[in-house]
């Protein structure tokens, strides 16, 4: 599509997609046969009346619930859904990974697939040919590129068609739950792809359930509910509105009991990759999975160990305290401190964060524990819950935390407008 260089990457005004259900199969054919008398289906509006723009470079991500209309926009998107409504422009070549491999053939083999793939994409056959190699090497699964997809395994399925995906040049990338694909080695190598095609200037839409990644790595935020755009803009602004919501359904529904603990064995970290080892949460220099904590006395520590390929920067660390009803209370990264895990020459390593006389009112909280790229974004491994802390307080204060606060109250004749 021709554009002016000004125009935006992506343009949609009052975009709507309505869905026909239909009770019953035999519906169907009622709706055809005598549709104009009466209507057989319900209205399904997946996304309705959304209106925003996509600068070229940007990173948009999408937020919502599961049926929000996430998955509905971008495909709208990519133009593999027609609207009902309103209206989509789309400048520049697309390349989708929303359902990785969907386009794939399962008789053909793996080589050709990759040059179907690529030519639906938009290559010429020479150019693929000049890419090829590279896709290949990237994907990992030269010993198979000849061999029918249908008897690759889905690591395999994913690797393919994320390498194929990524490695098209494309103006604009959608991106659906699909930021880490893989594991181990290929999890970190997608993550380095994206982030290179985002610094590139490549647009890029992200959706996720990550709000931290959403704000950590987006320029703009979308929200979606019930296919409406409740909030746009600034991600910070738009994760905070977003997480208020979250916050207000978990109060409302019932509470249930924190799942067991689950610390990852020690072992080695796989090339590529990284893992948590142990995690040995104490209050006063006691260890345990339940902890008794007096509020603002109490000091608390987490002590993690981790094992890294040496081949890729020390990763970084973050511990997270839940209440009771799953909601985020507090988090600490070891980045947003400034703070680099060190590590032996095998990629060994281990840190311990503190609260002192953790100021957390009564109550029961959970701590969580996750290992991550160095730039905070990726992560690698984690155990949450690890402990909970049972804290208990002297006072009557209510509330979650204890801030730390003054009172001053003017002796008589220090006030204004005091008379003698």
């Not at 209205?43 to 209106?51: G, T, Y």
């Not at 220099?285 to 890729?312: H, M, N, Q, R």
């Not at 660390?317 to 990264?333: E, I, N």
Request: one cysteine or more; aromatic letters at 8%.
């Amino acid at each position: 599509m021709c554009s002016s260089p000004a125009a935006p990457a992506i343009r949609a005004a009052a975009l709507s997609k309505c869905y026909h259900l239909y009770d019953r199969p035999a519906d169907r054919l009622r709706q055809l046969l005598w549709g104009r008398r009466r209507r057989y289906y319900r209205e399904f509006w997946a996304l309705r009346d959304a209106s925003f723009e996509v600068a070229r470079g940007e990173v948009l991500g999408v937020m919502g619930r599961n049926g929000a209309g996430k998955s509905t926009l971008l495909q709208l998107v990519c133009g593999t859904l027609a609207p009902n409504g309103g209206t989509i422009a789309v400048n520049g070549r697309v390349a989708a990974l929303l359902e990785l491999g969907a386009g794939f053939n399962p008789e053909f083999s793996g080589r050709e697939n990759v040059i179907m793939a690529a030519a639906v994409l938009g290559l010429t056959r020479a150019e693929t040919e000049a890419r090829f190699e590279h896709i290949v090497d990237f994907s990992g699964i030269r010993d198979f590129i000849d061999q029918p997809v249908k008897f690759y395994s889905s690591g395999m399925y994913v690797r393919l068609a994320f390498a194929v995906a990524t490695s098209v040049d494309p103006d604009i990338l959608v991106i659906d739950e699909a930021l880490s694909v893989g594991d181990g080695e290929f999890s970190r190598k997608s993550f380095d792809r994206i982030m290179s095609l985002k610094k590139a200037g490549v647009t890029i839409l992200f959706c996720s359930h990550s709000l931290y990644q959403v704000e950590a790595f987006c320029d703009t935020a979308l929200w979606l509910d019930h296919g409406r755009i409740m909030e746009a803009g600034d991600p910070a602004q738009v994760v905070k509105a977003y997480q208020a919501s979250l916050d207000r359904a978990a109060t409302a529904a019932a509470p249930s009991s924190a799942p067991g603990v689950s610390v990852p064995a020690a072992a080695p970290a796989p090339k590529g990759h990284a893992r948590i080892t142990s995690v040995i949460v104490t209050a006063a220099g006691i260890a345990d999975k339940t902890l008794s904590v007096k509020s603002g006395e109490t000091d608390v520590s987490v002590a993690l160990t981790f094992a890294s390929d040496p081949a890729l920067p020390a990763p970084s660390a973050a511990v997270t305290l839940h209440g009771p009803d799953g909601r985020a209370v507090s988090s600490s990264g070891a980045w947003i401190d400034g703070v680099v895990l060190a590590r032996n020459g095998a990629g060994s390593g281990e840190a311990t964060l503190t609260f002192p006389r953790l100021p957390l009112l009564k109550g029961s909280y959970t701590v969580g524990v996750y290992l991550l790229c160095e730039r905070g974004l990726h992560t690698y491994d984690f155990a949450n819950p690890v402990a909970t802390l049972e804290v208990s307080q002297p006072g009557l204060e209510r509330g979650i935390v204890a801030l730390p606060h003054y009172w001053h109250s003017p002796p008589k004749g220090e006030r204004g407008g005091d008379e003698n």
